[in-house]
């Protein structure tokens, strides 16, 4: 049994400690926004966030996970109150065919979490390792921009 940190709730899982994360959240807590493309941590599908940190979870097994804090997309916002990333890509109109998207959305939100102010520059080379097959990364580099904006209204900071 190992005992996982996941948007905000602590859950037991009894699993194989070598099991992926991946399959855990998808599995077992029925979190299915995080989705799996390569299984092999090269195409950003199933990017959430451990401790501040994106990290591919198709490649992190969950006994590296034990006292750490997990964030998926679905502890973003909701459907009816999305938080400031998920609104800034749904305004932006991002998602094509939507498959790459969580994980954007996540590599996005450990971004902004850490540098409120990025220059576009550091959101291209910050979102490089996730992978968009449709071609929509302009929309989504625009919609990182926009979510930072949101952010810091959400603070008080007003927009950029």
């Known amino acids: 049994m190992i005992r996982l940190h996941v948007n905000g709730k602590n859950v037991d899982i009894d699993a194989d400690p070598t099991t992926p994360l991946l399959y855990v959240l998808r599995d077992h807590l029925q979190l299915n926004g995080a989705k799996?493309?390569?299984g092999l941590g090269q195409c950003g599908a199933c990017t959430v966030?451990?401790?501040?940190?994106p990290v591919f979870s198709c490649v992190t097994p969950i006994a590296a996970l034990?006292?750490?804090r997990?964030?998926?997309v679905e502890g973003l916002g909701t459907l009816d109150n999305p938080g400031p990333v998920q609104r800034a890509f749904i305004e932006e109109q991002a998602a094509q065919c939507g498959y790459c998207i969580p994980g954007m959305m996540m590599r996005a939100q450990a971004l902004l979490?850490?540098?409120?102010n990025p220059t576009p520059a550091e959101i291209r080379r910050h979102m490089n390792p996730?992978?968009?097959r449709c071609g929509t990364h302009m929309r989504i580099l625009r919609a990182v921009?926009?979510?930072a904006g949101l952010m810091k209204q959400a603070k008080g900071g007003g927009a950029k």
Do not use: I, Q, W, Y
């Open 49 to 53: 966030m451990v401790d501040g940190k």
């Open 130 to 132: 996730n992978l968009c």
């Open 66 to 68: 034990a006292g750490r």
């Open 36 to 38: 799996f493309g390569c």
């Open 145 to 147: 921009e926009r979510a």
């Open 70 to 72: 997990v964030k998926t």
């Open 113 to 116: 979490e850490s540098d409120p």
